[in-house]
């Protein structure tokens, strides 16, 4: 939310404190503090609480003996939306975040997040590891409700928004503190760690209830940079037991098996950090009534095993959109109290808060319920209800394209194609009955038609909704330039919108869509990731245009000064190099003043 939205909230709930509607101070010390934990790219069988025989997840193991289960547990099927989802309590495709790049990944500024929520009730926020919810002043974790941030960019170490000089650094990367780049010593997961168990720390100290994120980047690729000596004890381990394909061949299996090593490695190292961050809650004395969740964003990175399921990241079969959840909470809840009941996403923020006993904003419209009674006990009654989960590639969500739709038993299903903007032809759907069929092989849409045409018909009602939540639903968030909260920009390839050549490629070129608060002098950087044919770039803002000579052939920086207009305007750079026209690897925009 921006800035004028956190002193409403920050009056609301002053308000209900002077009127004695729950917010009094023995209501405040007995709240829990909350720790959320989100691997990336684990899949649903990557536990060996959960059959997994090769990866090693011994503390999440315990976790898992000491936490209640939510056995059907639903998430979307890429990471962004998920995050979206997570941290509002709302479908994605109300949030504006549609999809995981080129600007589809940004979430509406207007969007309350559970990080406001609780600042304002009295906790302290922090996060720690992936955001991906937009890199820019006001839609930064910082500008969103979290105090304390180290955070990287993009939707991973990797990307085209790495810093410059420490692209695809997940030992010793460069990460952002409070929005300002600070290079790190360390692997990436442990630093998260170590950073929210500082955090922690001090919030303990000042007698202060915490929120904290963990939002790790592994297992997600590129697999070049893992932690070494976990990677060379899974370089003997036979993974073959959990392949989805059995006759693979030998330079395959090869090939496979040091993949596999790799993200192994990764979930090992996140579970090793489990194990310190419980004992530290130990040391702290907190671990009684602090709620640890965890969960993983998708399904996994590659095909392989995920129990009785099919499907992977990207995927909206059950093994694409599954992910166990623990909910650790000694003061309240029992070890190994399972539900089954149909959970998402979008009911961690309610639940939360209910354990918190904060409220949701009363204007705020939310898609998700607290689960928070199915754990204790205390009016468990948990009615039929429907989640249903889409996502593809493509500024504009398409009707029924690449959605699931769940309710008990049953799981509508239109599975079009993620990488696809969208299907050609009528849909063809298929009906599955989960409770006999979990690896989803029988449609049994003709069988049961009426089943079918209801979940059909509130599926089109649910799209309908979502995607009217306001005016111009899937128009971009916009980046503003400009001001003292952000004086100098970094706009990437992860942000702009697309327009010509293949996303991220050398030869992409696409745009920003910014606003500016009042017409201003910028110095402009562009930076050149490899070396290049000499040329000339055509920095376009609104309607002024300024041409720039691109007279050094060396990768790098060339400089020039521009002015920007006031308002909402589309920034971009068109580089034409040896006849060809492209987008620069990166843009530095710094404010100099009106």
């Not at 990436?188 to 980047?217: P, R």
């Not at 370089?235 to 989805?244: C, E, N, Q, T, V």
């Not at 429907?386 to 398409?398: D, E, F």
């Not at 070396?531 to 052939?553: E, F, M, Q, Y």
Request: glycine residues 8%; charged residues 20%.
């Amino acid at each position: 939310m921006l800035h004028q939205r956190f002193n409403y909230l920050t009056l609301a709930f002053l308000l209900l404190a002077f009127c004695d509607v729950g917010f009094t101070p023995n209501v405040q010390a007995a709240r829990p503090n909350v720790i959320v934990i989100m691997s990336d790219d684990q899949g649903g069988g990557d536990y060996g609480f959960l059959g997994n025989k090769v990866i090693r997840t011994p503390q999440l193991d315990a976790m898992f003996q000491r936490s209640a289960i939510l056995s059907r547990f639903y998430v979307s099927p890429v990471c962004a939306p998920t995050r979206a989802s997570l941290m509002t309590g709302r479908y994605n495709y109300r949030t504006r975040c549609v999809d995981t790049y080129v600007g589809r990944a940004m979430m509406d500024t207007d969007e309350i997040t559970i990080a406001e929520i609780l600042r304002d009730a009295g906790y302290r926020t922090g996060i720690y590891g992936k955001w991906h919810l937009g890199d820019n002043y006001p839609l930064r974790p910082m500008d969103q409700g979290f105090q304390d941030c180290l955070v990287h960019r993009g939707g991973g170490i990797g990307q085209p928004s790495d810093p410059i000089g420490a692209e695809g650094k997940y030992t010793d990367p460069t990460l952002f503190r409070n929005g300002i780049k600070t290079p790190m010593q360390g692997y990436c997961t442990d630093i998260y760690f170590d950073a929210a168990m500082e955090f922690i720390q001090s919030a303990v100290t000042e007698d202060k209830h915490f929120f904290t994120y963990i939002a790790t980047n592994a297992p997600h690729g590129p697999f070049h940079d893992v932690p070494e000596q976990l990677y060379q004890e899974y370089l003997k381990a036979d993974f073959r037991p959990i392949l989805i394909n059995k006759n693979i061949q030998p330079q395959r299996l090869k090939n496979e098996t040091d993949k596999l090593a790799r993200i192994a490695a990764m979930i090992t190292n996140i579970d090793e950090n489990v194990g310190r961050l419980f004992r530290k809650l130990d040391a702290l004395g907190v671990r009684e009534n602090t709620i640890v969740v965890y969960l993983n964003d998708n399904g996994p990175n590659s095909m392989r095993y995920v129990g009785n399921m099919r499907g992977m990241k990207t995927h909206v079969d059950d093994g694409g959109v599954r992910s166990p959840l623990l909910f650790h909470w000694p003061a309240k809840v029992n070890s190994l109290k399972t539900t089954d009941a149909l959970c998402a996403h979008i009911d961690v923020l309610p639940t939360i808060l209910d354990a918190c006993d904060v409220q949701v904003p009363a204007e705020r419209k939310i898609d998700g319920r607290s689960f928070l009674p199915l754990l204790t006990g205390d009016n468990a009654d948990w009615p039929t209800r429907q989640v249903v989960l889409q996502t593809h590639r493509g500024n504009v969500p398409q009707k029924y394209h690449h959605f699931a739709l769940h309710e008990e038993p049953w799981k509508l299903v239109h599975a079009s194609g993620f990488g696809k903007e969208s299907f050609a032809g009528p849909p063809q759907f298929q009906l599955y009955n989960l409770s006999k069929d979990p690896r989803q092989q029988n449609d049994v849409s003709a069988k049961h038609r009426d089943v079918f045409n209801r979940l059909k018909q509130s599926y089109e009602d649910w799209f309908a909704d979502v995607s009217s939540t306001r005016p111009d639903n899937y128009a971009p968030p916009r980046i503003v330039v400009g001001t003292v909260h952000e004086k100098r920009s970094v706009l990437t390839r992860q942000d702009w919108r697309h327009a010509s050549g293949t996303p991220w490629a050398p030869d992409s070129n696409g745009f920003w869509l910014l606003e500016s608060r009042e017409a201003g002098i910028y110095d402009v950087e562009l930076i050149f990731k490899a070396d290049h044919p000499t040329g000339k770039a055509t920095i376009t803002a609104g309607s002024a245009k300024t041409h720039v000579n691109i007279t050094t052939s060396k990768a790098g920086s060339h400089f020039t000064r521009v002015h920007l207009p006031s308002g909402q305007f589309k920034f971009s750079v068109d580089v034409v190099l040896d006849g060809k026209t492209r987008g620069p690897h990166q843009v530095i925009l710094t404010w100099k003043g009106s």
